[in-house]
């Protein structure tokens, strides 16, 4: 059997993988091996075929062992761990969650409901870096496989709603402290009138005592119209992701669909929505649109375009922690025949980031 060594299986996206494996009965056709940057020698987790300690995930001698290596341990590990291992040698297959190899010309940014035939040809060219894409292009694409599918997209303006979860577990937890605080300012003051409230909330998000030390400014109550850092575009590097990495998902290498706009994170605890401007390359009537949606994969979630199925279905709440990725408001904008506006939310922590490296690790075995 094959050997497969997974690294940050403890952090959010690690964990979320851990429990689909575990669900889905994963660990039986291959030999675990569980490495750690702080815990060597400790026991590892119980499932199938798993080695019974933790291995170092720095030593190379170990990590040469693995025919598989499957980490979610982030780009820092990526940039100190992985050339000096493939410089040593070692030939396996590496799949990653993180962004560091994402655009390196012998990668594969992978999204099985959509590239799966590509990813296919690459591993029969002997392709051995399978990288995970950016949670909001890859949520994007399954929402609109369809259009994508029959070559339909000119160009897009998405606009993302992107949960704390997306920063990771300690902005999740300081976004809820943050509410916390809100929540121990409402108690303290009964029976204040709204303006006189909203002056002292105002005030707590200011204070120091007001817990901000991940995000670096208040997220409840407010939103933070900047993700990741400035590029010399005038983009920041999260809305620079979504044209780069979605063409390259799709195989796009002569014609790139533009994609743009900007990214804004919200105080939903988990899962990403965007709101889309699509120019088609050409009319289409909106039945063809929605069928076209509707019919693309198994897991997009496609909600009619009203007031009470958009606020039942389309939304953060109803989709976290499920594999749907929903998308609905479909309809013909004022701007002409050939512009269709969308809303798309999907949990970034599953079809957004841990569910494609499952499926990838599935093909290898």
């Known amino acids: 059997m094959k050997k497969v060594g997974f690294i940050g299986w403890r952090g959010m996206v690690g964990s979320v993988l851990m429990e689909r494996m575990k669900t889905e009965n994963d660990f039986g056709p291959f030999e675990s091996y569980f490495f750690t940057t702080s815990q060597k020698g400790l026991a590892a987790p119980k499932y199938k075929n798993t080695h019974s300690t933790l291995l170092d995930a720095f030593n190379l001698d170990e990590l040469k062992g693995m025919d598989i290596i499957l980490t979610c341990q982030g780009g820092d590990y990526t940039k100190e761990v992985y050339q000096n291992l493939r410089s040593s040698g070692w030939n396996g297959h590496w799949i990653d969650a993180a962004s560091a190899l994402r655009m390196k010309d012998n990668s594969i940014i992978v999204l099985d409901p959509v590239n799966r035939p590509l990813i296919e040809q690459y591993i029969d060219r002997g392709g051995k870096d399978f990288i995970g894409g950016n949670c909001t292009v890859s949520l994007l694409l399954i929402a609109l496989q369809g259009l994508f599918r029959e070559n339909l997209v000119e160009w897009i303006s998405s606009m993302t709603y992107q949960a704390a979860s997306g920063a990771g577990a300690k902005n999740m937890i300081e976004l809820l402290g943050q509410m916390n605080a809100v929540g121990e300012c409402l108690n303290q003051n009964p029976g204040t009138d709204a303006l006189l409230l909203d002056r002292k909330m105002t005030s707590l998000m200011h204070s120091q005592d007001f817990p901000k030390e991940n995000f670096g400014h208040p997220l409840a109550l407010n939103v933070l119209p900047w993700i990741d850092v400035e590029l010399p575009s005038g983009q920041s590097k999260e809305e620079w992701k979504a044209q780069v990495e979605a063409n390259k998902i799709l195989g796009n290498a002569s014609e790139d669909i533009k994609i743009d706009g900007t990214c804004v994170r ?6 990403h929505s965007q709101g889309l401007t699509i120019k088609l390359k050409k009319s289409a009537d909106i039945k063809t649109v929605e069928e076209l949606i509707q019919g693309a994969n198994p897991w997009v979630k496609f909600v009619a375009n009203n007031k009470a199925e958009s606020l039942k279905s ?8 499920t594999m749907n990725v929903a998308i609905g408001r479909v309809r013909k904008m004022s701007m002409g025949e050939d512009f269709i506006n969308a809303f798309t939310v999907g ?11 499952r499926c990838v690790l599935k093909m290898l075995i």
């Open 266 to 271: 919200v105080g939903a605890l988990r899962s």
């Open 347 to 357: 949990d970034q922590l599953l079809w957004g980031a841990a569910e494609p490296l």
């Open 314 to 321: 389309l939304t953060p709440a109803a989709v976290s922690g």
